[in-house]
C-alpha cells in the first residue's frame, strides 16, 4: 500500500481545512452548484477527451499502481544471479523449475521464454515490445489524470466567470456584492485543489511508480539475456549493478 | 458512434445551463456581437492559420473519428491467426479468398500485397509509410481543433479589452458599470467555453482514436510480417499479445 | 494567391471593427504614443532577437509562401509516372528533354541530377541535405512570426504598466481615472490585436504550406528514386499513393 | 562547497528583507496558518507525488550536489594523458598501480574494468549504461525540486482564494477589508518566494551540477577507450581537447 | 559589430522613454529599493541557479557573439572550392601553405588534421564532436540569459507583492492608496522591461548566431571530407550549395 499519498493527501487536505477553519465556518466553503459544475463538468468533459474504456483503465492503472508493492530491485538483481548460476550448472531448462517461486509476471513470461528455446535476441525484442505497450497504457493513465488537472480549473473559470456575469447584472444592494463574488470565486477554488492536491500529484505518482517498474522490466531483460548467452556472472552482476546507485549495490562475490 | 463524446458534451452543457438558470435568466449571457467577435474571429483566424482545405479535411476527419465504430484487438489478432494458418496449411495465395470477409481497408491492402508477392520487407517499409502519412493527416486534424481553442480565449480577450476600453471611457453613470461589464465579461465566457468544453476536448479525441486506430495498423504489420515469414504460429501469437494488456490476451492454444 | 489568409484577416478585422463600432466611437481606439509603444517597441526588440537580414528573409519567405500556388499532389505523381515511363523505354537520358516541362525547380534539379548519372543513394543524400536546410529556413521564418507574436503583448503589457504607473500617482480627479485606465488598456488591446489576429495565425499559415511543400519534395526523392533504381511501375505508383490519403489516390493502372 | 548558492541566495533573501523593512515592520509579512498551509500543504502533495524513498534521495543528491567539488576538466585530460603513456609503455596492467592515487570513482571503475581484461567496445558499454541510470538518478532530484516549485505558488493560490472567499462573505467592516486582503495575499507571497528565489533556481543547480559531471564521465570513457586500443596520444589529445573550449585547452606536446 | 541589437535596443527604450514623458516626469519610475530587489535579486537567483563560472562564460559568449564578425558563406564555399583544386592538382600536403590565409581557427583545425593525414571519417567524427561541444557552450550561454528573463519578473511580483501587502494593511489615507499602488507596480515594470527588452531578445540573437556558426562549421566538415575523399569538384559544390538558398548560389563552373 502507497503510504506516502496517503499521508501527503491527509497532510495537504488537514491543513487546508485548518486554515480554513481558523477563519470562520467550513460552511461558507460549500456550495451544491458550484461542486457540480466544477466536478461534474470536469468529468464530462473528460469523457468528450477519453473514451469510456479508457477512463475506466486508467482508475485502474491508478488502483494497481497505489497498491503495489514495489520490489526490492537488490533481491531481483539477487535472484537473477542465482538463476544464472543455475542454468550454468545444470543448464537452461532447469530455470523451469525455478519459475514457481517467481512473484513476477514479467519474470515469468521471460523465464518461459529462455525454456521454450528462444533466441537471445527474439527474447529480448519480444520482451521490450511487451515493455513498449504496458508503458503507452502507463502514460495513458498518467495522460488523463492530468487532463483532468487541466479541465478542472477551467470549468472553475467558467464557473467563476458565470457568477461575475450574474452579480454585475444585478449589483443593485452593494451588500450583496461580497458574498455573491465569494460564491463566484467557490469554483476557481474547487478547481485549484481538485487539481493541485489531487490529480496533478495522483498523475506525478503514477509516473513514478511506472518508472520504476520499467526499470525493474529493463533489468530482468537484460538479466535474462546474459543468462541466456552464457555470460560470466562478475560481468553479469556489474551490468546489473549499473542500473542502481553506487551504494545501493551488494555484491555476491566477495 | 462514439457515445463517451455526446453524454459528456450533454452533461458539461447541461451543468452550466443548471448553474446560469439557477442564479439568474440565461438571456443574461446571450449578445450577439459578443457571440459575433468570438465565433466569427475565431473562425476567421483559423482560416488565416490553415487554408481551407486542411480546415474541411479537419472537419472530415473529426466526423469520421466520432462514427467510427472500434474494431475489437482480439478479434483481429484471432483473424490474423487465422489467415496464418490457412497461409501454412494451403499457400500465401489462399489469402486471396479470405480478403472477402476483411472490413479492414488496411488489412485488405496488407493482404492485397502478400498475395501480389512483395517481400516481408518491402511490405513493412510501405505499409510503414502509409501508417506514418495516416498518422500525419490524423495529427493535423487534432492541431487543428487545438489551434480553434487557442485563439477563442484569445478572441475573448479581444473582445473583453474592447467592453472594458468603452466602459472606461464612458463612465459617467456608475449604474451602468455593472452590466457594461457583465456584457464585457461575456467574450471571455464564451472563449472559455469554446475552448474547455468543446474544441481541446475534442482534439483530445481525434488524438486518442488516432492512437487506437495507429496500434491496430502496428499489429496488422507485424501480423502478416510474420504470416509472410511463415513464423511458428505460438510465436507469432505470443508477438501479437505482447500489444495487448496481459488480461485481455486469449490464448488460441490450450 | 492564398486566398483562406485574406478572407480570414478581413472577417477578423471586420468583426472586431463591427463590434466597435455598436459601442462607441472608433476614435477611443486609437491613440499614437501607445501605438508606437507596441509596434515600434516589438519591431525593435525583435532586431534585437534577429539581425536584419534574417527579418527580411523571413518577410520574402512569408510573400513567397503566401503567393505560392500548391500544385496537385495527384498531378505530381502522374508526373512521375510517366517520366518513369519513359525512362523505362528510352533509358534515363531521355530524361534531359522532359526536363523542359518541368515547372518545380526541386524537380528540375532532381531530374538534372538524374541524367547526370548520379548514383540512387547520392541523389537520395544530396536531395534530402537541400530539403533539411530548405525546411530549416522555413522554419526560421516561422520562428520570427512567432517571436512578434510574443514580444507583442508583452510591449502591450509594459505600456499599460507605464500608463498605471502614471494613472496610480496623479489620482487626484477620480473622472479622469476611468479614460486614464482605458487609454492604459489600449496598449495591451493592440498587443492583444497583433500577436492573435496577425502573427500567430500567419505562423502557422507558413508553417502548413511549408510542410505541403515538403510532403511534395520528398514525394519527389521518393519517386525519383524508385526511376533510377528501375522499380517496377506498379510497386512505384503505390510507394507514392501511401502518400496521400486512400480516397485522393488515382490510379493510372486499370 | 558551492559558494555561488549561498551567495546568492543571501543576496536574495537580504534585498527582500531590506525591501520589507524599508517599508514597514516585518511582523506583517509573517502569517502561522498561512505559512501552515503553504509549506505544510506543498510537503504534503510532494508525497503524493513522490515516495518517501525519492523525496529523501533528491535531499541526498541536492546536498551530494552543492557540496562536490568539481574537479579541473584539464586536470582529468592530464591523468588520462598520464595513463596512457604508462600504458603504452608498461602495458595495461600497469594501471592497477595507479588506481591508488584517483580520487574519481568513476575513474577508478573504468580502470578497474580495463585492467581486469575487458574488451573496448564492453567497457564503453557497461560505462554508458552507468552514466545514463547515474544521470536518470540526478534528472529526478531535480525533477522534485521543480515540482515543488511548482505546486508552492499552487498552494499559495489555494490559500489566497480561502482568504478572499472568507474577507468577501464577511465585508460588514470596511476597515478589516484591507488587512483581510493582506493577509490572504500572504501565501502567494510564501509561494512565490518558495519557488522563484529557492527551489526553482536549485533545481536549476541541481541540473548544471549534473551536466558538468556527465560531461567528465563522458571524457573518461572518451579517454579510456582510446587507452585500451592504444591510439596514437597526440590523436587521443586531440580528442579530449574537442569536449572543452579551445582556450582551456592546454597540450602536453609542444 | 552587431547593428541590429543595438538599433533595436535603443529604438525600444527610446520609444518607452518616449511614452513615459508624454505622460509625466520619469522620476516617478524610479525607485531605488525596487530596482534593488528586482535587479539585485535577479542577479542572486541567477548564481543559485548558475555557477559563478557559467555566468562569467555566458557574459563572454554574448559579448564574443554580438562582437562576431558574421563571415559570408558564398567566399566560405569559394575558398573550400579552391582548397580542393589545389589539393587535386598539388595533392593534400599544399593546404599546408594555404592555411595561413585562413582566418576561421575552426577551417584551421580541420586543415591542419587533414595535413596531418587524418582519415576522412575521424576527420569528420571529431570535427563533430567539437562542433557538439561548442554548440552545448552556446546553448548553456543563452540558457542563462533565458532564466534571467524568467527569474526578473518572478522577482518583479515578489516585490509587487511586498508592497500591496504593506499598501493594505497601512490604508487608513484613501490618498496615499494610489502613488503606494504605483511604486508597488514599480518592481513589475522593471521585471517586464529587463525580460521582454532585454534578456528573452538577447538570448535569441545568442541563438541565432549561434545557428549561423554552427551552419558555417557543418559546411567546413561536409568540405573538408569531400577534399579528403577527391571528390569530383561539380558534385561537392552541388553538396555544398544544398546548404544555402537556392537564389544565393553563385557555381564557380559556367
Known amino acids: 500500500m502507497d503510504l506516502s499519498t496517503i499521508i501527503g493527501i491527509t497532510a495537504a487536505f488537514g491543513l487546508m481545512l485548518?486554515?480554513?477553519?481558523?477563519?470562520?465556518p467550513l460552511s461558507i466553503f460549500i456550495n451544491t452548484p458550484s461542486l457540480l459544475i466544477v466536478v461534474g463538468g470536469t468529468i464530462g468533459v473528460t469523457f468528450v477527451h477519453y473514451p469510456f474504456g479508457d477512463v475506466l483503465e486508467a482508475i485502474n492503472v491508478a488502483k494497481k499502481t497505489i497498491l503495489y508493492k514495489e520490489?526490492?530491485?537488490?533481491?531481483?538483481?539477487?535472484?537473477?544471479?542465482?538463476?544464472?548460476?543455475k542454468a550454468r550448472k545444470e543448464g537452461i531448462l532447469a530455470l523451469q523449475g525455478a519459475m514457481d517461486e517467481v512473484d513476477d509476471d514479467f519474470l515469468?513470461?521471460?523465464?518461459?521464454m529462455a525454456v521454450d528455446g528462444?533466441?537471445?535476441?527474439?527474447?529480448?525484442?519480444?520482451?521490450?515490445?511487451?515493455?513498449?505497450?504496458?508503458?503507452?497504457?502507463h502514460?495513458?493513465?498518467?495522460?488523463?489524470?492530468?487532463?483532468?488537472?487541466m479541465y478542472a480549473p477551467a470549468m472553475g473559470m467558467v464557473g467563476t466567470l458565470i457568477g461575475l456575469v450574474q452579480m454585475l447584472q444585478t449589483m443593485d444592494d452593494p451588500a450583496k456584492i461580497?458574498?455573491?463574488?465569494?460564491?463566484?470565486l467557490l469554483t476557481t477554488f474547487y478547481g485549484a485543489v481538485m487539481a493541485n492536491i489531487i490529480f496533478n500529484p495522483m498523475a506525478g505518482k503514477l509516473k513514478t511508480r511506472s518508472q520504476s517498474e520499467m526499470l525493474m522490466k529493463a533489468l530482468i531483460v537484460e538479466g535474462m539475456q546474459s543468462i541466456l548467452s552464457g555470460e560470466n556472472p562478475r560481468v553479469?552482476?556489474?551490468?546489473?549493478?549499473?542500473?542502481?546507485?553506487?551504494?545501493l549495490r551488494q555484491s555476491t562475490f566477495k
Open 18 to 24: 485548518m486554515a480554513i477553519l481558523q477563519g470562520g
Open 71 to 85: 520490489g526490492s530491485i537488490n533481491d531481483m538483481i539477487a535472484q537473477l544471479m542465482e538463476f544464472a548460476n
Open 108 to 112: 515469468t513470461k521471460a523465464l518461459q
Open 118 to 137: 528462444h533466441e537471445p535476441e527474439t527474447l529480448r525484442s519480444m520482451l521490450n515490445t511487451e515493455i513498449e505497450y504496458v508503458q503507452q497504457r
Open 139 to 149: 502514460e495513458k493513465g498518467a495522460a488523463i489524470f492530468l487532463a483532468i488537472a
Open 178 to 184: 461580497g458574498p455573491a463574488m465569494a460564491v463566484a
Open 236 to 247: 553479469m552482476e556489474q551490468k546489473l549493478h549499473a542500473f542502481i546507485a553506487p551504494k
